[in-house]
């Protein structure tokens, strides 16, 4: 027997088929068990936060697209790494072990037709490299339905449906997940009606509709409500790379991009070569959309920590998927040059993450036992989750807040949601409940419309909190310029200022004057009035160049600063989002932190801004073209002179 050759041409001993059952049986448990995830407490941490609220939204029955707004859906809390004590501990508990499973027989069971060293280098790839990165696992999968399950010639209509089921359960995770599954489906319409097969082009539309449809109601949702979600959901991925952007090294970036260039290749290849023209219609068009969508999601928020970050995803997709796609895309070839491509992975990832090769196997071997030994107690998980959530709600308590608030609605600015959660407050959260993902104007006004509602919560715990060094007023700018006369600061606790309502938030927004409006260049100095007796909004529209639209579009766009000088001579460097300063924020005060809002809701201010430029950090001047500003008073949101308050303090 050639071990090298595609099972279809191998000769078959009688004891074959009982191998393969076995070699299944076996591998879909050892995936299974690497695929399970032990969860960690909560705590008030920005990743911790989303997660726990997704858990408590699915509690709650609150409707995505309307009373939450993010970049998961309503089964995301299913892939939640942190836990909420019993708070929805069985389904998780269900995905996390029969979820999983089904996951693995998945995998396991679309790439049975490749010759065995291929299905090796796919298991091991598997093994070694999906946790760097949560969503490589669903990428890969996803892949697989389209190309293996939903394309494959002769497929009957029944095994269609069955991957069409799990593709629509899969884009009610998460967003991005519905957008890869939904082009995966549309993929397999083009290869079916390039076949002349319009039958089951028309069967796969129809279940993979009503799969989408029965995950959302299932997950306790108003068909009503998908619309809203889908377009609210839109809003955010278009703001996310002016808003998240983060750089990378250039020796990462080279890596990535040669890899991603590779991948471009070989999906040219494979439209050009594969026999088949509907499948390669379908095949390489799906390819090509998903690589992108990895290359971006990867690169745009190119952090990278020890043994994981968003780099990881290209690279762990195609280490994973590169030694099944030739095998698939071609069947009977030995070898293929793609098949490089995981030595090409490898390598990058010795360079720009070294300690993989010292920590990684020894982690991955600890997160396999950790889980298994979690698994051998797993009806007792439920108790032991709600035992550590205790704990952590003793040790971040906040007694003195709790005793005010008592029975009150209360909401949490800027990200640290979970601290409600764990002081076992009535949450009323605002629809984009982590506010440095209000970053474009509509995503403000769900905001700012919330706390103009009858919902408004009756406090605001606020932490002193942002993202990438931003600017701070940037984050809910609308909601923040709108909160004085109407809430008021009460105490500080553990670092987080209280804030008690008065009134409700007027649906009138306040006033500004403009007195000043102009076209600057970077690094160009722009005075602001000495001895201002009001608050100070800014309107900044950062014009990027030919050259920055076309970054922009197949890379990420170009990062743009603030520098300001206040009037003690200290300068500062902080980050602007784009879509957020075209329409605005509060400059004056500056509103670093809580008290800064106290004071501000006083009619008073600690420091003021005095001048302020743009730059751009890394060398990125030449993107940009210009900044159009305008500068306004805001009468409503007085501040006393500095010599009024100098003499009060005395």
Known sequence: ??????????????????????????????????????????????????????????????????????????????????????????????????????????????????????????????????????????????????????????????????????????????????????????AAIACWSGRGSWRLCWVIAAGYTAAVLAAWVAAGQHLDNFYPYIRRSLDISSGYAEAMGFDESWRLFIWGA?????????????????????????????????????????????????????????????????????????????????????????????????DYYRMGPRVAWQLVHGQAEALKALPELPGEWQRSFEEASADASLPGIKAAVGRGTVDVYNYSIAIALLNGLRLSSRPIFQSYSAYTPSLEGWNLRYYQSDRAPDFLLWRDENVDGRYPGQDDAMLVAALPGHYEAMFEEGGYWLFRKLTPVSALPPERRLVLSRTVRLAEEIELAPRGETAIWLQADPVPNNLGRLRGMLYKPALINIATTDEQGSERVWRLVPRVARFGFILVPTLADGSELALLMKGEARSRVKSFHFEAPGGQDEFWSHVDVSVFQMPGLPLRPRAAQAKRTE
């Open 1 to 186: 027997m050639d071990a090298f050759a595609s099972p279809s041409i191998r000769g078959e001993s009688p004891g074959y088929r009982w191998t393969r059952i076995a070699e299944t049986v076996v591998v879909t448990l050892g995936l299974g068990l690497s695929l399970f995830s032990v969860l960690s407490r909560t705590d008030p941490r920005l990743d911790a936060s989303w997660q726990a609220m997704l858990i408590h939204a699915h509690a709650q029955g609150l409707q995505f697209g309307r009373d939450v707004i993010f970049t998961w859906g309503p089964w995301g809390f299913l892939c939640s790494l942190t836990h909420l004590g019993r708070t929805a501990a069985v389904p998780i508990l269900v995905w996390q072990v029969a979820g999983q499973l089904l996951i693995a027989f998945a995998l396991v069971t679309l790439t049975r037709e490749l010759v065995p060293w291929r299905r090796i280098a796919f298991v091991a790839a598997l093994l070694a490299f999906h946790w760097l990165f949560q969503d490589t696992v669903y990428f890969v999968l996803t892949a697989l339905v389209a190309i293996s399950g939903l394309m494959k010639p002769g497929a009957r209509i029944a095994r269609l449906l069955a991957w069409t089921l799990l593709l629509g359960f899969l884009a009610q995770i998460k967003f991005t997940y519905f957008v890869i599954t939904s082009a995966a489906v549309l």
């Open 258 to 354: 040669g890899l991603a260039l590779v991948c471009l290749l070989f999906v040219w290849r494979a439209w050009r070569t594969v026999p088949d023209r509907p499948f390669a219609l379908g095949a390489a068009g799906y390819l090509a959309f998903s690589f992108f969508v990895m290359w971006k999601e990867s690169f745009i928020r190119a952090d990278i920590v020890p043994l994981g970050g968003h780099v990881f995803g290209l690279f762990t997709y195609v280490l994973i998927l590169g030694p099944a796609l030739p095998g698939l895309l071609y069947a009977g070839r030995r070898w293929h040059w793609f098949d490089l491509s995981f030595v090409l992975c490898l390598v990058a990832v010795a360079s720009f993450d070294p």
